[in-house]
């Protein structure tokens, strides 16, 4: 039976993989997926390597006003996300924190799939892991929440751009967070609308009370809770 198992290899699995082998813990380090977690392989990479090209975009049509001259330019998504794709199989291979990991003795299982507890000191995974542990470490991340609206089941999250073969005419985009806003706000095309949609405040739900937050100034919020009325 090893010391510690990690699940989850994001930013925070691994940093508690990195400081349990650092303390003398025989560690594994568990993922469903690649190594990075959705931060290198579906989340801020990726979606900020859209936003560069989006980027590149509004200054290449903005080179007229320095005397520059150059035909529109003109977008062609499937060689943009192979772009993406070699943006994050350089951050995933360049990363720092892999070669502290292995020099450390952390064992890495990736690609492990969906990993389930049988019991309380063992986990097995996907692809067929039984692992055993001490003390198990859950750094797993979040998934889009599903609402509970009519027709969601017809939506799509921000992963789903990965398999896209071209920009849709317009997009509504659910949700005004870091990723939201990242994705709203990339106007690849002229003709690309898009919508950020958020819950205004007489719709938003504490989720620990479950009712509307009764918010305090910043100073004063209570840090165990989302509200004044679960305080």
């Known amino acids: 039976m090893i010391d510690i198992l990690v699940i989850g290899a994001g930013p925070a ?3 508690a993989a ?9 560690t594994v380090l568990v993922t469903r997926a690649e190594f990075g977690g959705i931060a290198a392989n579906d989340g801020p990479v990726p979606v900020r390597t859209l936003a560069h090209a989006a980027r590149l975009i509004r200054e290449a049509r903005q080179l007229h006003q320095y005397g520059i001259g150059v035909s ?23 990363s720092s924190l892999r070669p502290q990991i292995d020099s450390l003795g952390v064992t890495v299982h990736e690609h492990a799939g969906v990993a389930r507890f049988t019991d309380g000191h063992t986990v097995k995974t996907e692809s067929g892991l039984n692992l055993q542990a001490e003390k ?10 599903k609402l509970s609206v009519p027709g969601f089941e017809l939506t799509n ?3 789903d751009a990965w398999g896209l073969s071209s920009i849709p005419p317009s997009m509504l985009v659910l949700g005004a967070g870091a990723t939201g806003v ?8 002229a003709s690309f609308r898009k919508t950020r949609r958020h819950r205004s405040s007489h719709e938003r739900q504490c989720p620990l009370c479950g009712k509307p937050p009764q918010r305090l100034p910043t100073h004063q919020r209570p840090r165990s809770a989302e509200c004044v009325g679960c305080k």
């Open 157 to 159: 999250t921000h992963s």
């Open 182 to 189: 990242q994705v709203a706000s990339i106007p690849l095309l």
């Open 136 to 145: 198990i470490i859950i750094c797993t991340g979040g998934v889009s929440k």
């Open 13 to 15: 699995g691994v940093l």
């Open 72 to 94: 529109e330019p003109v977008l062609d998504y499937s060689r943009l996300l192979n772009r993406v794709r070699e943006v994050v199989d350089g951050v995933r291979a360049n």
């Open 18 to 26: 990195l400081r349990a082998a650092d303390l003398g813990a025989r």
